[in-house]
């Protein structure tokens, strides 16, 4: 799915709940850099959970009609940006089947007393920011990254399920923004491994071991830090790290809000369980 | 076929195994439901050699496939591999024939539950359960809720103790669940259409 002739400017947004919750700081920083790039995003009025694992997991049907009911209440006359890689893959699975199966969307539309459109665009908030283009990048580059090293760690799902391979792939995309605010990618680490998703709360016993094995190939290259696009694999990285030292994980959102010169960052890093600040004031990007 | 020796542990043989007397339309019915050509699958063990979880499993994912061409529906059913899948497709990205091994997961589990066969991993089912739970409750998945309710369900309420209470001192997970306003239109999902 490309979509060149897209209006950025209004855009509905679609949090999820790891961005309402636990990775609140996400949420704060992509607000803090969408106005700073003039992008206006409107939170999905009364959204609920995009399906998730456990309900596909459970029911098939109840988390098909969840990821519905928010493609109800989106407006069809803007893109619906999504965060969380998670409810993308959930949401665009959804809508898919919605235009594979006409009399499942008429039911849908009956249950839910909604129109749904066809045509509306579900992206992830990369696929913003490259149809925006560098300039725009560039213009709003406040503080330089200073080469800071870092990996960019997508996790499994932004690009991996077979269901999305018609979709546009981003590969790269992370660590291209980032270079051109001034980082350093590096990206011989295991940047697409899964980080242990949902057996974290189960099978910490399985995830440990993995999440250890991310960092240590991330220290290996000689990163500083991983920068993901996933909120769920931020605290997985983050809680079921074992070695010291461990290295702080941002969400690609603080990053990106930091270099384009947000001030309230101390808000979002307090949050962290890695204290990333002594590294930022060592790269002098923090004071 | 000479009988395991007594004594050591072979998996899979607690029994001699008839094929002839397995489920001979199993991996016809796994092809249907997940949608995906199992019968593809030369075991060539990529998928196994790719896959993060591979030391949580009993049989590695092609491990799966095999006791479905062999029509070992129990086997399959209540194998640990089919829960500690987490769905992240590596394996069905790297697998050079094509075939999309965590939908083939994705129906054992549902074909286990609907069977009411035995879950070989039970702590992850009932996470699950709780998160449904939540989001039947809220809308939205209550993080703190759905661990307290885990905790209680599993009885390890020590265990992870420490994230936890670092993760509430950071303020990760917060005391009131955030909600949906027309929680009515969540609840109705879970009633069955004839008793609504």
Redesign the interface.
């Known amino acids: 799915m490309s979509h060149p002739s897209l209006h950025l400017t209004d855009l509905s947004y679609f949090p999820g709940?790891s961005l309402?919750?636990?990775a609140r700081e996400s949420n704060i920083s992509l607000m803090e850099a969408a106005g700073i790039l003039g992008l206006n995003l409107i939170e999905l009025e009364?959204?609920?959970?995009c399906g998730?694992?456990?309900?596909?997991?459970?029911?098939?049907e109840?988390a098909f009609?969840?990821a519905v009911?928010n493609l109800s209440l989106a407006p069809a006359h803007r893109p619906l940006m999504v965060m969380c890689p998670r409810c993308l893959y959930h949401l665009r699975e959804a809508h898919q089947r919605l235009v594979r199966e006409p009399e499942t969307l008429r039911a849908q539309e009956r249950r839910?007393g909604r129109p749904i459109s066809l045509d509306l665009p579900i992206i992830h908030f990369l696929e913003v920011l490259v149809l925006l283009g560098p300039a725009r990048l560039e213009q709003g580059l406040v503080r330089n990254l200073n080469g800071l090293k870092f990996v960019p760690y997508y996790g499994?799902?932004l690009f991996?399920?077979?269901a999305l391979r018609q979709g546009t792939y981003y590969q790269g995309e992370l660590g291209r923004v980032l270079t051109m605010l001034g980082g350093e990618p590096l990206t011989r680490a295991l940047t697409?491994?899964?980080c242990?998703?949902?057996?974290s709360?189960?099978?910490?016993?399985?995830v440990t071991?993995?999440v250890n094995e991310i960092l240590a190939s991330a220290v290996a290259v000689g990163a500083e830090c991983l920068v993901t696009s996933c909120a769920m694999c931020q605290?997985n990285l983050e809680?079921r790290c074992t070695w010291e030292p461990r290295l702080p994980i941002f969400h690609f959102s603080e990053i990106l809000a930091l270099a384009l010169g947000a001030e309230d960052y101390e808000g979002w890093f307090?949050?962290?369980?890695v204290d990333p600040r002594p590294l930022l004031a060592a790269r002098n990007l923090i004071a | 076929m000479n009988p395991p020796k007594a004594g050591r542990q072979v998996r899979g043989a607690e029994s001699r195994i008839v094929l002839a007397e397995q489920d001979r339309f199993l991996a016809r019915d796994i092809q249907r439901l997940s949608g995906t050509n199992l019968n593809r699958c030369y075991h060539c063990r990529t998928c196994g050699n790719g896959c993060?979880?591979i030391?949580?499993m009993d049989y590695p994912p092609n491990g799966v496939i095999r006791l479905v061409q062999y029509g070992l529906r129990r086997q399959a059913l209540e194998s640990h591999t089919i829960w500690?899948c987490?769905?992240?497709?590596?394996c069905?990205?790297q697998c050079p024939m094509g075939i999309?091994i965590?939908?083939i997961m994705?129906t054992l589990?549902?074909l286990a539950?609907e069977e009411g066969a035995m879950i070989a991993?039970t702590?992850?089912l009932?996470?699950?359960?709780e998160?449904?739970h939540s989001?039947k409750q809220y809308?939205?998945?209550?993080?703190l809720g759905?661990?307290l309710r885990?905790k209680a369900r599993v009885h390890q309420w020590f265990?992870?103790l420490d994230?936890g209470l670092?993760?509430l001192a950071?303020?990760?997970?917060?005391l009131r669940a955030?909600r949906?306003?027309?929680i009515d239109?969540?609840t109705r999902?879970?009633i069955p259409h004839w008793k609504r």
């Open positions: 709940c309402e919750s636990s009364d959204w609920n959970c998730s694992s456990s309900a596909n997991i459970l029911d098939k109840i009609s969840l009911r839910w499994c799902t991996r399920p077979p697409h491994r899964c242990g998703s949902f057996l709360a189960a099978r910490a016993d399985v071991p993995l605290l809680i307090t949050r962290h369980l | 993060p979880f030391r949580g500690i987490v769905g992240c497709h590596t069905s990205v999309d965590a939908a994705a589990r549902r539950l991993e702590n992850i009932d996470f699950h359960r998160v449904l989001i809308g939205r998945a209550h993080k759905i661990m885990y265990a992870d994230v670092r993760m950071k303020r990760k997970m917060d955030s949906v306003q027309a239109e969540i999902l879970f």
